[in-house]
T-cell receptor, first 114, second 114 residues
Framework: GNSVTQMEGPVTLSEEAFLTINCTYT??????LFWYVQYPGEGLQLLLKATKADDKGSNKGFEATYRKETTSFHLEKGSVQVSDSAVYFCALRGTQGGSEKLVFGKGTKLTVNP | DGGITQSPKYLFRKEGQNVTLSCEQN?????MYWYRQDPGQGLRLIYY???????QKGDIAEGYSVSREKKESFPLTVTSAQKNPTAFYLC?????????????FGEGSWLTVV
């Protein structure tokens, strides 16, 4: 079945450091890929998405490129801020069992220190 | 403002009781979902509905029930048969089931068994 594997955290960085959170997937067909962010005690917010190979999603300085050849969708940001501290979830939406379900990774907790 | 409203934010359940979590959306979305999140875990799908008066079991439906009598509403009942109900519950919706459609989330409800 479809699955998502993302790097385990927690990740701790200093402000203005470069961020990479790795995400790889297993899926049949051509899934869409998503990154969601969750701040403490809140629901999930869509951060960015890509719907086909070589698409780059971007938002708020975050970027991720849909790489079909490596089945990856790594999240990057050039200079993190304290306000980026949150849990980040990689997810895919693709055909499984006849429906387009959303499958999540386990999440990566990011802490950014001033 | 358009969005997904979950209530209550915090709920306490005694052993043997059924409780119902409310989810309302004014996005005119056809599809709605319930997910469960446990600490340090990804999200797991409980139930989903693609259209009014129709719903399907997700990966962990045992001990839960839902109804979809109106397009905008998708309440979740946690029954006494659910042996470990303490968790964070997230309601979500999307325009449709196509893989490119984004799934949007509410703010979540915390359920604690006392």
């Amino acid at each position: 079945g479809n699955s998502v594997t993302q790097m385990e955290g927690p990740v701790t960085l200093s402000e203005e450091a470069f961020l990479t959170i790795n995400c790889t997937y297993t899926a049949t067909g051509y899934p869409s890929l998503f990154w969601y962010v969750q701040y403490p005690g809140e629901g999930l917010q869509l951060l960015l998405k890509a719907t086909k190979a070589d698409d780059k999603g971007s938002n708020k300085g975050f970027e991720a490129t849909y790489r079909k050849e490596t089945t990856s969708f790594h999240l990057e940001k050039g200079s993190v801020q304290v306000s980026d501290s949150a849990v980040y979830f990689c997810a895919l939406r693709g055909t499984q069992g006849g429906s387009e379900k959303l499958v999540f990774g386990k999440g990566t907790k990011l802490t950014v220190n001033p | 403002d358009g969005g997904i409203t979950q209530s209550p934010k915090y709920l306490f359940r005694k052993e043997g009781q059924n409780v119902t979590l409310s989810c309302e959306q004014n996005l005119n979305h056809d599809a709605m979902y319930w997910y469960r999140q446990d600490p340090g875990q990804g999200l797991r799908l409980i139930y989903y509905s693609q259209i009014v008066n129709d719903f399907q079991k997700g990966d962990i439906a045992e001990g839960y029930s839902v109804s979809r009598e109106k397009k905008e509403s998708f309440p979740l009942t946690v029954t006494s048969a659910q042996k470990n109900p303490t968790a964070f519950y997230l309601c979500a919706s999307s325009r449709g089931q196509a893989r490119g459609n984004t799934i949007y989330f509410g703010e979540g409800s915390w359920l604690t068994v006392v």
